[in-house]
Each structure stands twice: as structure tokens, then as C-alpha cells.
Nanobody, 121 residues
Framework: QVQLVESGGGLVQAGGSLRLSCAASGSIRSINRMGWYRQAPGKQREMVAHITSTGSTNYADSVKGRFTISRDNAKNTVYLQMNSLKPEDTAVYYC???????????????WGQGTQVTVSL
């Protein structure tokens, strides 16, 4: 199986920055894509950013120019640098990994437990 552990959430004032990290561990065979989703109270979970194993990135329009996703393939870790944070960025941020394990050759989406990001005025 694959486990994802997020870190780096917290409380920050509007205009500030945070950096989220997500480390994948377990019997990982291959990682196709890793990224971040977020879910605000009363709203559906939405994609924030993704990065593929080759480095291609994709961002939600609402975070383009403010957030940067990066990846350390050697450490199976993905990062999300969040700058110019706004109150509307407040949400629980979830890491996801589209990957497969040595015990299951099918690619699946694995999820982390989530980390809270709160942006105050």
C-alpha cells in the first residue's frame, strides 16, 4: 500500500506564505502524478495543482501565479509553495498520488489525511 503524509499547514495572515509538503511511502512501485486538492467548508473538493513524473504541471485558475508545485522524485515528495494567500484559500488541503504499489499493479489514487490552511484578514 501507499501512505501519504502532509505537513506545513497553519494560520497565516492575508498576503502571507505557506509551504506544504507531502511524502509518499510504502510499497511504491511507480508514481505517475502527485498533487493537491482542497476542500473549504460547505464546498466540494477541488483540484489545486498537479505535477507529473516528467515535471508537467497543472494549476487551478484561482491559484495561477500565486502557487507553485514542485516535486522531489528521489524522496517521493511533492511541495506546494503558496504565496499571496487570500482568505478564500482557507481550506483543508489534501495530497493525492496517482501511483501503483508492488502489491497492486493497477494505478490508483491515494489520499493523505489533509492539513488545515487558514488565512485571516
Amino acid at each position: 500500500q501507499v501512505q501519504l503524509v502532509e505537513s506545513g499547514g497553519g494560520l497565516v495572515q492575508a498576503g502571507g506564505s505557506l509551504r506544504l509538503s507531502c511524502a509518499a511511502s510504502g510499497s511504491i512501485r511507480s508514481i505517475n502524478r502527485m498533487g493537491w486538492y482542497r476542500q473549504a467548508p460547505g464546498k466540494q473538493r477541488e483540484m489545486v495543482a498537479h505535477i507529473t513524473s516528467t515535471g508537467s504541471t497543472n494549476y487551478a485558475d484561482s491559484v495561477k501565479g500565486r502557487f507553485t508545485i514542485s516535486r522531489d522524485n528521489a524522496k517521493n515528495t511533492v511541495y506546494l509553495q503558496m504565496n499571496s494567500l487570500k482568505p478564500e484559500d482557507t481550506a483543508v488541503y489534501y495530497c493525492d498520488c496517482y501511483c501503483n504499489s508492488w502489491s497492486d499493479s493497477d494505478y490508483r489514487v491515494y489520499w493523505g489525511q489533509g492539513t488545515q490552511v487558514t488565512v485571516s484578514l
